[in-house]
């Protein structure tokens, strides 16, 4: 079974560097989106299993896409994942609060990743 | 492999990190000058902050423990300075400017060396000096004043809540701007009313939802803060389908208090920002105004043919002189308000160029001058994309790979110059790379190749560089991924053409290449002049118009089944105009007026009866089934009420070439 993650940061490099990890893992596949408004203009063409999430974006940010997920009658059972930095603790709690179902701080280990991806979709790979 | 790996990885860090800082040093700047005029506009200071977060996160992931470092200490001072936790001072900028210096000096050792060598501990210092001088964060939330749904205050960021705070500090109105837009257009629409909302105020917020009909598009709530009132709001985003609703103070007093305040909060800065439209909506008046006082000329010219040049004929050409000197005044002022520097598109190429080199592997400077040069605020933003792809061609096929340079006896590094400067009433843009150059032979075959010439035809090198513009016409195998995208020099000619423009091509093998573009310097209102021909009345933009000539027919000479005129002992092809407008023949006897018009070599000498004389025109665009008619730009009205069409003479030129 194929799990189609989308990745919104961004930063290119750390983009590439989450996909990496994320495809790293068997059966997952990736879509990437630049900003939130991509990630607005991704969702309704797929069907994504998780959607990971910075916090600090240009146009709209992470917390206003988590609550754009978590009330929207067609997206609103994907998970989401937050990946922020120990700056933004206050930022995190209000992404739990909106709904998100984990998070990890940058930088972070390719393995802390894949492990909460496997826990947020209760799969084991 | 797994260095090959590591290469890589370290080569997408170091590009997107130089991205970064040249990012950070431009909104540093910027930054500077807001604390000397003694205003800052929080997006600046969050925009650095973004930067230096990002570039945070992205060394801290890519194991570079000075860049994260330093950058945690200063994401720390710019969380501070964006939250008004530390005041921002010109000591305070000075540290950031130092500890980006720092940063630039750590990514040059990466990429050198693959290793961090500079100290950052003295720097660190500074930045933590930088920082004791705040005091602390605001205790009581002011936010609780605002009878504000708590679902919307939960979704903003901590920055976010900071900036709603100090709105409500300030006492101005907060508003909620809903608007619903398709799903495939909305980026283009909420940046349109983004736009709008900015030049009234501060947008703190920008809420997606799905709202009644979720497959049918989506909903934006924007939270703004802003001294305007509500029906102000209403007036300018009613036509974007926008709804607006205020967020009321729960206490009453803010009527009061914010009349109390109104004289001490006077603004310090002594500019308006104002929306291009409304500068377009004036210039459009203006225009019309220029009609009406040739109509004006025109009659009290009649008037004096009628009464001779006495009373009330004197008195009407005494205040006609007094109204267009008036109308010249308010033409120039309303003209240099929509002048920019041209330097505004060429720092955003300086960082495309960045990006493109590095991505192609090519090693290249891009030299600029003429950034003060100005033009219309709008063929500016035209001119970008022709500029951008010039640029991408030279990077692209222009500039050679290191070891052919080398080989050749160049430098590795490639430069692409682009200059500008103004030249009478035009503004002459180049762009010149010191690459391989175009092959005139090559082309030449390709031509044959697709039938546009006969093997045995002799061309001239400027005319065989002409096919280049040619749409669908490429002499390149490969196509890359930077300029191959199918748009071609014919898109970049049509654009600059667009716009009243001429562009011409110098090349030579194995030293480089040099477009040069020439634009007249607005649009708005041009200077042109008025030919007849066989009883028609064409207007030629002046900006193209080298010189006019009268010569007598036995000086035409035929050369190449071509009809040329020996000027100045250069050939001169001419083109008859009532013949590529199929108009009836003109009679005009032995004497022929002669329009020369063109760029550098590439010149023509349109044919015409009379010349009539120069005039202001306001080009407007013609109709659906005249825009396809080659050599004609738009229309302008006369003052006689005359509609005339305006040549397009880079049009005729191409013409010009094709009818041999």
């Given at each position: 079974m194929t799990r189609k993650v989308l990745i919104v940061e961004d930063s290119k490099a750390m983009r590439g560097l989450i996909r990496a990890t994320v495809e790293a893992l068997p059966g997952f596949v990736t879509h990437e989106a630049g900003s939130g408004f991509d990630a607005l203009k991704a969702l309704p063409s797929h069907q994504f299993d998780l959607i990971i999430t910075d916090?600090?974006?240009?146009?709209?940010n992470g917390l206003e896409l988590i609550s754009f997920v978590k009330g929207h009658p067609n997206y609103k059972s994907i998970p989401l994942i937050v990946v922020s930095t120990e700056k933004s603790e206050e930022d995190r709690r209000r992404g739990l609060a909106l709904g998100a179902s984990g998070y990890i701080v940058k930088p972070f280990k390719g393995e802390d990743l894949q492990e909460l991806i496997k826990k947020v979709l209760g799969v084991t790979v | 492999m797994a260095s090959e790996k590591d290469e890589r990885s370290k080569g997408e860090f170091l590009a997107e990190a130089e991205d970064i800082l040249e990012d950070l040093n431009q909104h540093l700047i910027q930054m500077e000058a807001m604390v000397e005029a003694g205003s800052v506009d929080p997006d600046v200071v969050n925009a650095i902050f973004r930067g230096v977060h990002s570039l945070k996160g992205l060394s801290g992931m890519f194991g570079f423990t000075g860049v994260s470092t330093l950058s945690h200490k200063l994401e720390s001072l710019l969380d501070a300075l964006r939250l008004g936790k530390v005041p921002i001072t010109p000591e305070v900028t000075q540290a950031i400017f130092q500890a980006l210096d720092r940063l630039k000096e750590l990514s040059e050792d990466i990429s050198r060396s693959g290793f961090e060598r500079a100290d950052t501990t003295d720097i660190a210092a500074v930045i933590e000096a930088a920082m004791t001088g705040g005091g602390g964060a605001d205790k009581k939330?002011?936010?609780?004043?605002l009878a504000i749904d708590p679902a919307l205050v939960a979704v903003l960021t901590e920055y976010e809540e900071h900036r709603l705070k100090e709105n409500v500090k300030a006492k101005n109105g907060i508003f909620l701007v809903k608007a619903r837009f398709d799903l495939m257009t909305f980026d283009k629409d909420l940046t349109a009313l983004n736009d709008k909302l900015k030049s009234l105020g501060e947008i703190i917020s920008t809420l997606p939802s799905s709202g009644m009909?979720?497959?049918?598009g989506i909903e934006f709530n924007l939270l703004m803060g802003t001294k305007s009132t509500m029906d102000r709001l209403v007036e300018e985003v009613g036509g974007l389908g926008a709804e607006v609703v205020e967020i009321k103070?729960?206490?009453?007093e803010k009527k009061a208090a914010s009349e109390a305040a109104s004289p001490t909060i006077?603004?310090?800065?002594?500019t308006v920002r104002v929306d291009i439209s409304r500068l377009d909506h004036l210039m459009n008046i203006v225009g019309e105004l220029v009609l009406s006082k040739n109509i004006i000329s025109q009659l009290s010219k009649d008037l004096r043919g009628l009464h001779g040049f006495t009373g009330i004929a004197v008195d009407l050409h005494k205040a006609t002189r007094t109204f267009e000197r008036k109308l010249g005044e308010l033409q120039e002022g309303v003209i240099e308000v929509r002048m920019v520097p041209i330097g505004q598109i060429f720092t955003r190429l300086t960082q495309a160029v960045r990006k493109y080199a590095g991505d192609v592997g090519k090693d290249i400077d891009l030299e600029m001058s003429g950034e003060d040069t100005e033009l219309d605020k709008l063929m500016v933003e035209d001119m970008s994309d022709p500029l951008m792809h010039l640029i991408r061609n030279s990077i692209d096929h222009g500039i050679e790979a290191a070891q052919v340079r080398a080989r050749r006896g160049k430098p590795e590094r490639g430069t692409i110059r682009l200059d500008a400067f103004p030249k009478g009433n035009r503004v002459v843009i180049t762009v010149e790379d010191d690459g391989g150059g175009i092959d005139h032979e090559k082309v030449r075959r390709k031509a044959v190749e697709r039938e546009l010439?006969?093997?045995s035809d002799v061309l001239s090198k400027r005319e065989i560089m002409d096919?280049?513009?040619?749409?669908?016409?490429?002499?390149?195998?490969k196509v890359s991924e930077v300029s191959g995208r199918g748009v071609g020099m014919d898109v970049v000619k049509k654009n600059v053409s667009r716009l009243s423009g001429m562009i011409d091509v110098e090349t030579e093998i194995g030293v480089g290449t040099k477009f040069t573009i020439t634009l007249p310097i607005t649009l708005a209102i041009i200077k042109a002049l008025i030919v007849d021909v066989s009883a028609e009345t064409f207007a030629v933009?002046?900006?193209?118009?080298l010189e006019s000539l009268m010569i007598t027919r036995d000086r035409i000479t035929t050369i190449e089944k071509r009809e040329v005129v020996s000027l100045r002992g250069e050939t001169l092809p001419l083109l008859w105009l009532d013949r590529v407008f199929s108009l009836p023949k003109s009679d005009a006897g032995d004497y022929l007026y002669v329009v020369v018009v063109g760029i550098a070599e590439r010149r023509l000498g349109l044919v015409v009866d009379r010349l009539v004389g120069q005039q202001e025109i306001v080009i407007k665009s013609i109709g659906e089934k005249l825009?396809?008619?080659?050599?004609?730009?738009g229309a302008t009205e006369l003052g006689d009420n005359e509609v005339v069409l305006v040549l397009d003479v880079e049009a005729l030129i191409d013409e010009a070439t094709l009818r041999r």
């Open positions: 916090i600090n974006m240009p146009d709209i | 939330s002011p936010v609780d004043e009909s979720p497959d049918m103070y729960k206490a009453e006077k603004s310090l800065s002594k010439i006969k093997e096919f280049i513009f040619m749409p669908g016409f490429s002499t390149s195998e933009p002046l900006s193209s118009v825009k396809n008619v080659p050599g004609i730009a």
